[in-house]
């Protein structure tokens, strides 16, 4: 079973940006759905943005469409989430969650593999 970790996690003004990344070990990395879900406290796990095993189709939350970007490097075995004009109500832990699957995955219980997240705080 392949195991996701994520980095790019921290602490950002509001308005500001962000780059979260995701690596996969222990499996082929191009043929995994791969999605980001966000946490925070006292609030259940959602929904952020999904990507499909070749990066061809995408789906976001409606809360993130347009400053939110996910995407893949199939060559690189890597996933990034570019968050840009962030606020206040993004800070969460951010979670990179993936599935042997060739399309797009949006539901957490679609996903098998997820790593221990990545902490973002979004300052006023």
């Known amino acids: 079973q392949v195991q996701p970790a994520e980095s790019g996690g921290g602490l950002v003004q509001a308005g500001g940006s962000l780059r979260l990344s995701c690596i996969l070990s222990?499996?082929?990395?191009?043929?995994?759905?791969l999605a980001w879900f966000r946490q925070a406290p006292g609030m259940e796990r959602q929904f952020v943005a999904a990507?499909?095993?070749?990066?061809?189709?995408?789906s976001y939350a409606a809360f993130v469409k347009g400053r939110f970007t996910i995407s893949r490097d199939n060559v690189k075995n890597m996933m990034y989430l570019q968050m840009n004009s962030v606020k206040p109500e993004d800070t969460a832990v951010y979670f990179c969650?993936?599935?042997?699957?060739?399309?797009?995955?949006?539901?957490?219980?679609?996903?098998?593999?997820w790593g221990q997240g990545t902490q973002v705080t979004v300052s006023l």
């Open positions: 222990g499996g082929t990395f191009s043929r995994y759905a």
């Open positions: 969650a993936a599935r042997n699957f060739p399309g797009v995955k949006t539901e957490s219980s679609d996903f098998d593999s």
């Open positions: 990507i499909s095993s070749s990066g061809g189709s995408t």
